[in-house]
């Protein structure tokens, strides 16, 4: 029995259908980041598991427990909110110490927790000022005491970061995942970053529309989207997507895609049972900017590499990498080389495509055209 | 020649707008100098002369003020405005905040009675005076309906009971004053961060405790705002007591404006009614400028 099991869980505003079913569950001590642009229902779910929204049909299991009608303090949940939510008229201390007040917890005992956990996030000298006093960072981490301090079996963080500024950002991030690293609690956190979503998670949800999209660890959502949408979604730059048509090749199904004024032929390594079944259709395939790489720095070992000379269009030095500009089946692809890489736009170049990176669409469906999974691919995903 | 004068003009439009809006102003600033400061002196000296029914400017010190301190219906005028300005201060927070709780709890007919409580406010205090005469005047208020429908025993006289008449006051304008000081509580609490109050939930407050130490506190400087205004009104009241009481039964609801009023025009006391103005302006002072000193500063701290 899983530890948070979101079971075909529906929320309808009036009319309006919100979340649409989703089943999710996750493992004690799992990171779940739900993922997805705004108006996807992310923030919804969670405010569900918090309590904050009734559910409109479905179930919701904590530990075995149903909680679809228990109230949000009788839960053993703590959240974070994005505005961070401190009480303003409270001190630090009091803003940590308010929840275990609250549960007639012994003002001596209260003040320990309290100590414990200021020292934990290095907020001990801040406890007698006012929160109107701190700097932003230093709000996020009483509002994380006063997660924290509470001990409970879940914490809820509602896009906790989106108020920091871009370092402080990448920094709480770290943080947050060292927390919950050392004390292995179970954590639902919601964002719209996707490196966020990367960088934190055990386990992503992808969301769009009120419908989870895929289910996974970062590296299968990452690698094997479900579709269309994940795949534009997750990683930056973004997937490169391709317009290409499968066709016959010595008996094995391969994809050309317009370059120009020729055709480029790439041999088809993954999902090769389904893709037979699509010879001479229009497909799109889906290809990681660091699977376009210049040949010196392709892994040839591991990899399975297909070379062609394309167009350099535009050049992009980032400083660790230079992202390389060229045109392929009608749209501008990103490939990722090595810095230094001596390139000019419109001179010619060679590109290493990976092609066993390679992931091949339905235009139509926006689904992906894969083999029935076998048990390697294993921890992908649980719904489509 | 010919690139000069462009430049000229330009010199001349552009000293005109640096001095046109100081012309605009000019003449407001001068009536306001003369109109409101200048009698606001004027009446200062009076305070310490020896007028009488005309203005008299010989200068007899403190003698008007220590007249007005010995007068018997100072004194009273001086507890019926504490009386009078506690109730209303004190009664015109608690309900206003009471209604502007009820009515932030999401119901339907909000912006309807938001109204309703809002209307006694366009009203004059002279009209708010009358109407709360007529409604509490025994032969032809409350107590006549009353008789009239057969409830022969009810009385409620407090109108013309001198020990209870200022308590009339305070009702009517209490029921002016209060729909304002709702709208005032309504706008601080729909300024609250409501994640605040999910975390408060999450937190395990029960909503009365949320009210309590979550909510009201933040509310301070709206609490700081209503008695500002309700104590300078409180202060000022004139019109409605005149309409509702007349100051009387005797001198049961006389207050400072009042006999201000009386001394300086029907008794013939221009001197003693001086000081008592000034008195008056000298304790709106000490509360509204101290108000104004900390709001006009906070944008920049």
Known sequence: MSFLHINNVHKRFGETHVLKGIDISIEQGDFLVLVGPSGCGKSTLLNMIAGLDSISEGELLLDGRCINDVHPSRRDIAMVFQSYALYPSMTVAGNIGFGLEMRKVPRKERREAVDRVAKLLQIENLLDRKPGQLSGGQRQRVAMGRALVRDPQLFLFDEPLSNLDAKLRVDMRTEIKQLHQRLGTTIVYVTHDQIEAMTLASRIAVMRGGELQQLGTPQAVYDDPNNLFVAGFMGSPSMNLIEARIVERDGVPVAQAIAGDTTLTLPIVRDRQALRDWCDRDVIIGLRPEAITDPASANHREGNIHEAELPVELVEPTGADLYVVTSLGGAHINARMRPGTPLRPGERARFAFDVSRMVVFDPETEGRVRDERTADVGDVLETA | ?301
Not at chain 2, 120 to 142: E, H, R, Y
Request: proline fraction near 4%; charged fraction near 10%.
């Open chain 2, 1 to 301: 020649m010919s690139n000069a004068s462009p430049d000229r003009d330009g010199g001349a439009r552009e000293r005109l707008q640096r001095w046109l809006p100081k012309l605009v102003l000019s003449p407001s600033c001068v009536l306001i100098l003369f109109f409101v400061y200048g009698f606001i002196a004027w009446t200062s000296y009076i305070s310490f002369s020896d007028s009488g029914m005309m203005p008299d400017y010989t200068w007899v010190g403190l003698h008007q003020w220590s007249r007005l301190w010995t007068s018997w219906t100072w004194g009273i005028a001086l507890h019926n405005i504490w009386v009078f300005g506690l109730l209303y201060i004190v009664s015109c927070i608690v309900l206003g905040l009471v209604l502007a709780i009820l009515l932030d709890q999401r119901i339907r007919a909000e912006g309807v009675l938001r109204t309703i409580y809002l209307y006694p406010m366009a009203l004059s205090f002279i009209v708010t005076g009358t109407a709360w005469q007529w409604f509490l005047n025994p032969g032809l208020g409350l107590e006549k309906t009353m008789h009239d429908l057969g409830w022969q025993s009810f009385s409620f006289n407090w109108l013309i009971d001198s020990n209870m008449a200022i308590y009339t006051v305070v009702i009517a304008a209490v029921w002016q004053a209060t729909g304002f000081v709702m709208a005032m509580f309504l706008a601080g609490l729909r300024g609250i961060d409501g994640e605040m109050i999910k975390a408060a939930q999450i937190d395990g407050a029960p909503a009365w405790k949320i009210y309590a130490r979550i909510i009201i506190p933040q509310l301070r400087p709206v609490f700081m705002s209503a008695i500002v205004v309700l104590a300078h009104l409180a202060i000022k009241s004139f019109d409605l007591i005149v309409a509702m009481t007349g100051g009387g039964p005797g001198n049961a609801t006389a207050v400072p404006a009042t006999f201000m009023y009386s001394y300086a025009f029907s008794r013939n006391e221009m001197g003693i009614a001086a000081a008592s103005a000034v008195f008056m302006l000298a304790v709106i002072a000490a509360l509204i400028i101290p108000y104004l000193y900390s709001e006009l500063r906070e944008p920049r701290s």
